[in-house]
């Protein structure tokens, strides 16, 4: 599976989800080395890996760090998207399948910089 494909099917299966999403707690707080190891019990990255596609295509476990190297996703990003200060009450599948298409969006917008720079210089440099 391609990276997007990956990502994509993530975000459907988080948008079909009915039952209870927990947010990690406190992710910023943790040493790296811990933080890599984090899980939970319903947890968006339990999510991925009950899933035998994502599993077949190399998705090793449901820590963070195994979400991480298999999604492509940084620290920041996983802090945005997963950590429990992000969410003032429940989060949800759809909830976190919305957030995550607009982040990935986002990520794959060229940046203003870039857009100014293309449009000045027309793409020459």
Do not use: K
């Not at 295509?57 to 802090?79: K, N, P, T, V």
């Not at 997963?82 to 060229?110: E, I, K, V, W």
């Amino acid at each position: 599976m391609s990276h997007s494909e990956r990502l994509d099917r993530w975000v459907t299966l988080l948008d079909r989800h009915r039952g209870p999403v927990n947010a990690l707690r406190e992710i910023e707080y943790l040493p790296l080395a811990e933080r890599r190891l984090l899980r939970g019990e319903n947890t968006p990255l339990t999510i991925a890996f009950q899933d035998p596609i994502l599993r077949g295509a190399g998705l090793s476990g449901d820590r963070l760090g195994d979400a991480m190297d298999f999604f492509d996703i940084s620290e920041d990003d996983a802090h945005h998207l997963f950590c429990d200060c992000h969410y003032h009450g429940t989060m949800t599948g759809a909830g976190l399948a919305s957030r995550m298409r607009h982040h990935l969006d986002r990520a794959n917008r060229p940046s203003l910089w870039s857009r100014v720079r293309d449009f000045v210089f027309g793409q020459r440099l």
